[in-house]
């Protein structure tokens, strides 16, 4: 009984220290903290990737029903006048942040450019990037604070950001997705959640089938069964930047002879043909970021059983949640017909393949814009140096027409 009762003491002595030190959000008891404040952070999105470009920016802290803190940056260009053309919200891939968006000058980012449009741009930041703030009691040592995958994703953090946005502007939201970002939004829309909140629906590198992924190293895990090697060890966070994600990603390539020192970004993503290799050093200080081992393992389900589904728990434990043996698919017909959608791939992509996103294609009832880059692969999509002229001018002439 005492125990119980210093585990409840600790967690509510940890919600009030950060309710206290953070000292930007109000305590409600029982509830937790409240959905979302402005917050001040010296070393945030903002002041690092926003203001030194004379741009108005201002961070948001969002809390999510599991408890997780999220980071949300608004930007707003000095060269915008006259009325607002709403809100346009943009959502970052796997093991990158909300950052990556802007690792380019202003010429070369789609944040600036839409703000400089007249959009009121919307940032979101993933619950364990850099750039959230951990969550109101779990430590990033304990394994439920790595306890989820892309279907947490779309369930509470993106939930909690859009409906944030959505209060905020009072307006619907032209939604902007990259490689995991689209496969959370796929997900949510299939199941008949958010889909409300939005007019435009934009997808650069969409993700929902991952069949025919040709990424070397993630086959090689699949190949080498490292998810269910992880699964007895207490490895629960993959960060490259850390010993444990360097060793395991060793263990990959070592076992699998792939040149990893050599090529470790195109051996992930596919040979990207436009990225400025004299800012690599810059990229590389806020890239890759930290996500949970299960969110990867939920990728290799996904590949091994050629489905767009939710987590695999086993037969056992899917029968307690899903009420059936297998994971039920996200299904793809199921999206709205009449969404205003734009699909644009990247056809030397090794993650979001084109076959794939045929599959995807014809699994959708909507008639989406298509847009095909011959030269492009995965991370091209944020940081080429021409992704202006031909992605993101593409995705400006689409939000602007009418719906």
């Not at 502007?169 to 199941?191: D, L, M, P, R, V």
């Not at 263990?251 to 800012?279: A, H, K, M, Y």
């Not at 290799?300 to 767009?308: D, E, I, L, M, P």
């Not at 999206?335 to 699909?343: N, Y």
Request: net charge neutral; charged share 20%; hydrophobic share 40%.
């Amino acid at each position: 009984m005492e125990a119980k009762k210093g585990g409840l003491m600790g967690n509510l002595l940890q919600r009030t220290v950060v309710c206290l030190v953070l000292n930007v959000l109000l305590c409600s008891g029982a509830d937790g903290l409240k959905l979302g404040k402005s917050v001040q952070r010296a070393n945030g999105v903002c002041a690092t990737f926003v203001i030194p470009w004379g741009y108005g920016c201002d961070e948001f802290m969002v809390e999510t029903d599991d408890g997780f803190l999220l980071g949300l940056q608004k930007i707003t260009s000095p060269k915008s006048s006259g009325k607002s053309k709403g809100p346009a919200f943009l959502y970052h891939g796997i093991l990158i942040g909300g950052d990556s968006w802007l690792l380019n000058p202003p010429e070369e980012s789609l944040p600036f450019m839409l703000a400089d449009t007249g959009y009121d741009v919307w940032i979101g930041n993933t619950r364990t990037t850099s750039f959230s703030f951990n969550h109101v009691s779990l430590r990033r040592e304990e394994k439920s604070f790595w306890d989820w995958s892309v279907d947490e994703l779309w369930q509470y953090d993106l939930a909690a950001m859009l409906e944030f946005v959505h209060s905020k502007s009072q307006s619907k939201i032209s939604y902007i997705g990259f490689s995991q970002g689209t496969q959370a939004a796929f997900a949510a829309f299939s199941e008949g959640k958010l889909i409300d909140m939005v007019k435009n629906v934009v997808m650069l590198a969409p993700v929902a089938y991952v069949d025919h992924a040709t990424s070397p190293i993630p086959i090689a895990a699949v190949k080498l069964y490292v998810d269910k090697i992880v699964e007895n060890l207490p490895l629960y966070a993959f960060d490259t930047q850390i010993i444990s994600g360097k060793a395991l990603i060793e263990f990959i390539c070592t076992s699998s002879n792939l040149p990893c020192i050599e090529g470790l970004t195109t051996l992930v993503t596919g040979p990207n043909c436009c990225i400025n290799e004299s800012r690599r050093a810059w990229y590389d200080k806020y890239e890759a970021q930290a996500t949970s081992a299960k969110n990867l393992f939920h990728l290799v389900q996904q590949y091994r059983a050629k489905t767009f589904a939710k987590y695999d728990y086993g037969a056992k434990e899917n029968l307690q949640r899903y009420g059936q043996k297998t994971p039920p698919s996200y299904d793809m017909s199921k999206i709205p017909k009449d969404i205003h959608l734009m699909l644009i791939q990247a056809e030397k992509d090794a993650i979001a393949v084109p076959s794939d996103i045929k599959h995807l294609l014809n699994e959708l009832k909507s008639k989406p814009t298509f847009v095909s880059i011959p030269t492009y692969a995965h991370l091209d999509f944020v940081v080429a140096t021409n992704a202006n002229r031909l992605v993101y001018d593409k995705v400006l002439d689409f939000l602007g027409q009418p719906t």
